[in-house]
């Protein structure tokens, strides 16, 4: 048979390998599908129909009918205009008083405006929960790595000690000890195949991915840990989306407060009608009306309290978000500094101090200087070490991904 074929079927047979994904692929990824983005972005679409809603003047009202409509003597006969019935067509207008319309549209504004920065500030949080995802991903890969390892060689190992045994070269003591560490590395490696699942299935959901979660992989190097929690120039906290958007908001709480006071400004129906009347000479009359409600001066005061209770909870939110933000600043620098430290600290101390104990003690054990035990500790310590280093990464990648979320500015008319 031509090889040609088999090695095309053994090709097909071979299992799903995964896809490398970049930081920037990831985010590309996010902007397009994320959940909480798309939903952002709706929310901005329907406070800009809010927007046309409320520039929209009443509209006016045109009315038909007739008052007289005898029974005894019914409508008659003939053409309409022979009927005795009288007919009449109005047409009405609505005269807002009191910049009612003006106001409605500020509100508006001011809304459109605090979800447009609400979609950016929801940008911001979705980048850092990619961080954190993205290089939770990437952790659980090492870890992975490492767990595989660790059961390979423990494997290794049981099976020389297996030969050692049956020459008499060891006791049976050391082949037990050993088969234990490996069932011990055996369960370490399906943990961390199941940690990897997680850590895949939650970066595809936070991207949208419909592909399988099995085939995604974190392919970006760890962030370097030089980087100083340093404010950039000309930094404003102010300036940030959401403290914007807070601002936004009390700026359409102030414009519906002064809509709700100008409820006080009672608005002028205007209206033209024209009758036929049979019996009338010249058969059309024309006529006109002007109504205004009679209500009092406390009929709305409920909308005013109402109104004014929104405009004061919007300046206390606004208020706990500015010193929110300024907290965070300074946990979040705090934060990375500690984790940049602890990382150069596993990284050019306890990491090549441990490596190089576990390598004094596998020479010494090969050479009948050291004992099984103590061989075993070097690992366990060795692999524990490299563990806590994995995630000193982790947490000084998450912990400079929050101090960039926290310090980022959008761009003017960013969306």
């Not at 047979?13 to 983005?37: F, G, H, S, V, Y």
């Not at 709706?42 to 029974?71: H, N, T, V, Y």
């Not at 990375?336 to 596998?362: F, K, S, V």
């Given at each position: ?18 896809d ?10 996010l ?71 003006h ?16 979609l950016l ?95 995604l ?9 030089g ?91 606004q208020?706990?978000?500015?010193q ?41 054990y ?50």
């Amino acid at each position: 048979m031509n090889a040609k074929p088999l090695l095309f079927l053994s090709l097909l047979m071979l299992p799903c390998i995964a896809d490398a994904m970049t930081l920037a692929q990831a985010e590309a990824a996010l902007r397009e599908k994320n959940p909480d983005i798309l939903a952002a972005r709706i929310e901005l679409r329907g406070a800009q129909g809010d927007l046309f809603d409320a520039a929209r003047r009443p509209p006016a009202e045109l009315s038909m009918g007739s008052s007289k409509i005898s029974r005894q003597q019914g409508i008659g006969a003939g053409p309409w205009k022979d009927k005795r019935v009288d007919s009449t067509l109005g047409l009405g207008w609505t005269w807002e008083r009191g910049g009612k319309r003006h106001l409605r549209v500020d509100g508006a504004q001011a809304r459109g405006e605090a979800a447009r920065l609400d979609l950016l500030d929801q940008q911001r949080e979705q980048v850092f929960a990619l961080h954190e995802a993205y290089f939770g991903l990437k952790a659980a890969q090492q870890s992975l790595q490492m767990a595989d390892d660790n059961r390979a060689g423990s494997a290794r190992a049981l099976a020389a000690a297996e030969r050692q045994l049956a020459t008499g070269a060891i006791a049976p003591i050391e082949r037990n000890r050993l088969a234990v560490e490996d069932m011990k590395a055996e369960a370490e490696a399906r943990q961390a195949r199941q940690e990897l699942l997680d850590a895949q299935t939650g970066l595809a959901l936070l991207i949208g991915s419909t592909q399988p979660p099995e085939q995604l992989q974190a392919d970006d190097p760890w962030p370097q840990s030089g980087v100083a929690a340093e404010l950039p120039q000309g930094f404003d906290p102010a300036l940030r989306a959401d403290l914007q958007a807070a601002a936004a908001r009390v700026h359409a709480a102030d414009a519906e407060r002064r809509l709700a006071r100008s409820l006080r400004h009672r608005d002028v129906q205007l209206g033209v009608e024209m009758e036929r009347e049979p019996t009338d000479i010249g058969g059309v009359t024309w006529g006109f009306s002007v109504s205004v409600p009679l209500a009092g001066p406390d009929h709305y005061r409920g909308q005013i309290l109402r109104a004014e209770a929104d405009y004061d909870a919007a300046v206390l939110e606004q208020q706990h978000s500015g010193q929110l933000a300024r907290a965070q600043l300074r946990q979040a620098g705090g934060q990375l500094e500690a984790a940049g430290t602890r990382l150069r600290h596993y990284e050019q101390r306890i990491a090549p101090a441990a490596r190089q104990a576990l390598d004094g003690m596998e020479l010494a054990y090969r050479r009948g200087a050291a004992s099984l035990t103590d061989l075993l500790d070097a690992r366990r310590t060795w692999r524990e070490a490299e563990q806590e280093r994995v995630q000193a990464l982790l947490e000084h990648a998450v912990a400079l991904a929050r101090w960039q979320a926290l310090v980022a500015l959008p761009s003017p008319q960013g969306t």
